[in-house]
């Protein structure tokens, strides 16, 4: 699995652009970030920016989800459209978001 993770600074950054345009009106946009990371590249990461020891569990698919569920294996949202109007690009890194999320959690 792959995802995208997107800072919410950046999505208030957009929603509120987007509330100030006029041509924003009645149309539907994603907002996120396009940057994605698996899921097990995900853990590495937060793993060493923690220094934790832990041990990464992997749980097959079928455990992790109810039969018939139906995952969309990779999301990464199309910004072409919310670019083109307000030119919403991702300030944060996903780095970054998660270094002020860690730094968080430790105060």
């Known amino acids: 699995q792959s995802r995208c993770f997107c800072d919410v600074d950046d999505v208030t950054d957009g929603m509120i652009k987007l509330m100030n345009t006029k041509k924003a009106e009645g149309e539907i946009y994603n907002i996120g970030n396009d940057k994605s990371i698996s899921i097990e590249e995900l853990a590495q990461l937060i793993k060493k920016m923690t220094r934790s020891k832990s041990k990464i569990e ?50």
């Open 58 to 107: 992997y749980i097959p698919y079928e455990d992790a989800y109810e039969e018939g569920f139906e995952d969309m294996r990779h999301r990464k949202p199309d910004l072409s459209k919310i670019n083109e109007l307000i030119g919403f690009k991702p300030k944060y890194e996903l780095a970054k978001i998660l270094e002020r999320t860690i730094a968080y959690f430790e105060a």
